[in-house]
């Protein structure tokens, strides 16, 4: 379902069914640039329905109390589709759910029951939008996270507000980062580069085992820099990614070309003391002061 018909029936969802209370770590950020955020649609201006929500519920026929494991839609043989691109992980049915569908989205696993079909196999490949299920006279809907369950409302409003971030940063222009950061490295970037790979994995390995320290200057440098780039809420404008994981957007470039520069010394700071390797551009008179250094 597009995110354009879904709005309405999202927010009528979170208003029976309460904001969601996960805090999303970087790793349960779900991408999917499809605008895609419900397994299915409902004809032109008509509402999402749920009939029947997470945890705590009354049965609907007996009127018992009882645990609801999933969320419930009154959607009678409707066309359901993939909210990500996924694999299906799983197919097969019960005498509580009957056919059932799971499909694998990352570290998500989303599970369709109570289906009168299924158009995607085990193990195949799925794409956002595309039909993989049809319902049968309703659709019961399960998600696990890394193996835990969540409340499915919650999984449903975290795609649409990725979606709706991504559209809100792309009008604000920030979604695209300016990376060309200037450094007073640039000249020795390749050699830098070359460097990193070699060492990288030796600096954080005596990092953690305490064999060097970051000096205190740095250090304190560091904690400035974050200090100011929290107080002017530079942080998590835009959703977080491996590339990007504060979520800063441009006018926190000058910050970042601080960070880099600092992270980029501390290193060559490393190499001079651990292992007595220099620039080439470096003259001897710098060579001879970082080895006096303690």
Known sequence: M??????????????????????????????????????????????????????????PVTGEPFFHHGIDFSVNHYLLSGVATGTVSAIGSDTEHGIYQAIRYGKYEVT??????????????VKAGQTIAVSGDLLHM?????????????????LYGNIKALEHNSQMGIN??????????????????????????????????GAYS????????????????????????TIPSMANPLGIGNRCMPLAAKVQNLLIADFLNYLAMRHQVYLSTMDEVLKKNSKSKP
Do not use: W
Request: charged fraction near 25%.
């Open 112 to 125: 369709y029951r109570h289906l009168s079909n299924v158009f995607a196999n085990f193990s195949q490949s």
């Open 176 to 209: 695209e980062l300016n990376m060309n950061i200037p450094s007073p490295y640039d000249t020795d970037r390749q050699e830098i580069e070359t460097l990193m790979l070699r060492f990288l994995p030796f600096y954080f390995e005596d990092l953690q085992q």
């Open 142 to 158: 399960e998600v696990r996270f890394d193996g835990e369950e969540i409340n499915p409302l919650e999984f449903l409003t975290m």
């Open 2 to 59: 597009k995110e354009t018909q879904s709005n309405a029936g999202i927010d009528s969802a979170l208003q029976r069914g309460g904001r969601p209370q996960v805090k999303y770590t970087e790793e349960m950020i779900l991408r999917s640039s499809s605008g895609y955020c419900m397994p299915f649609e409902e004809p032109t201006k008509q509402d999402v329905q749920m009939s029947l929500g997470y945890g705590e519920q009354k049965h």
């Open 214 to 237: 970051v000096p205190e200057h740095t250090e304190q440098s560091l904690r400035n820099i974050f200090s100011l780039g929290a107080s002017k809420h530079y942080f998590y404008e």
